[in-house]
């Protein structure tokens, strides 16, 4: 968390973390200029990516890759885009530099932003959320994976990464990402349960692609879905034992499409909100 002011609530005291002042040396070193708030960062980034007046250039004396190190240090995750943007280091063009500099601009913007997490009474009711962005890669078709587990109403966990193949529908790489999120959901209700909090109700998984929400209610093999075998039988295992159940949730409310793919700015902001990442001022309304 990273709220401007010390809180106290329910016997916790929340504080500002550090990184803040850490952070703000690199706005100046990257942008060379007086820092301006941004939209959210989601340029469409390829190897291919022109314009009749940025020809390629090569940028490599003004981006360094120590700039998106400090990003994954201080933040202690892929901030935003910067996992998008690291695809391109080794060779960087004035179009990535110019996306690097969107997101540092974003983040001046949300420097005072933190998760907001509270007391719940459904503390061990896991909820997650898996989308994909089919062959979203421009350069390698391949797809990103993205998902947030939530317990109760609190964001605990989150992935956004790109799929090590290339899949041949939008079914198959929805079904990939479920088995990933579903790896996860594993994981935390086994932390919960050494923690002597067992998770006694189903772990709801929502996504937004009806054919991968029937796969798991059919037990049946086609030709069509045999290629993804393997996710098929973990995840349907899951499902026949009980732990989890699929449900289908429509695009406009699936919170985890904030890690595969650009959103509008109200779109954005929807989810980022609904993910519980609040403004100090935000805080104070709740």
């Not at 063009?93 to 540092?104: C, D, G, M, P, Y």
């Not at 998902?147 to 990464?161: A, C, E, Q």
């Not at 193949?165 to 996860?184: L, P």
Request: hydrophobic share 35%.
């Amino acid at each position: 968390m990273s709220l401007s002011t010390t809180h106290q609530c329910y016997s916790m005291t929340t504080t500002p973390t550090t990184n803040n002042c850490r952070i703000r040396p690199l706005f100046h070193r990257v942008l060379l200029q007086p820092c301006l708030k941004c939209l959210p960062p989601h340029p469409s980034l390829s190897w291919n990516c022109s314009s009749p007046q940025l020809k390629h250039l090569l940028v490599a004396q003004h981006f360094a890759m120590k700039d998106l190190g400090d990003l994954h240090y201080f933040l202690g995750v892929q901030a935003v885009r910067s996992s998008k943007v690291s695809q391109f280091m080794h060779a960087p063009r004035t179009t990535h530099l110019f996306a690097v500099k969107r997101i540092f601009r974003y983040l001046h913007g949300t420097l005072d932003h933190g998760l907001w997490l509270q007391p719940t009474s459904q503390a061990t009711c896991v909820i997650a959320y898996s989308d994909v962005d089919w062959a979203g890669c421009p350069d390698t078709s391949r797809s990103t994976t993205g998902f947030d587990v939530f317990l109760g109403s609190n964001l605990v966990s989150w992935k956004s990464k790109k799929q090590p193949t290339v899949s041949k529908s939008s079914t198959e790489a929805e079904y990939r990402a479920v088995a990933y999120t579903v790896q996860d959901t594993l994981h935390i209700r086994s932390v919960l349960f050494e923690l002597g909090f067992p998770v006694t109700t189903l772990v709801q998984l929502f996504c937004d692609n009806i054919s991968a929400s029937y796969l798991t209610a059919n037990p049946v093999q086609h030709a069509r879905s045999k290629h993804i075998q393997i996710d098929y039988h973990f995840v349907w295992e899951r499902v026949a034992h009980g732990d989890l159940v699929l449900k289908y949730i429509t695009t406009q409310l699936q919170l985890a499409d904030i890690f595969t793919k650009s959103l509008s700015s109200r779109q954005f902001q929807f989810l980022k909100d609904n993910s519980r990442v609040v403004s100090p001022a935000q805080f104070e309304g709740v």
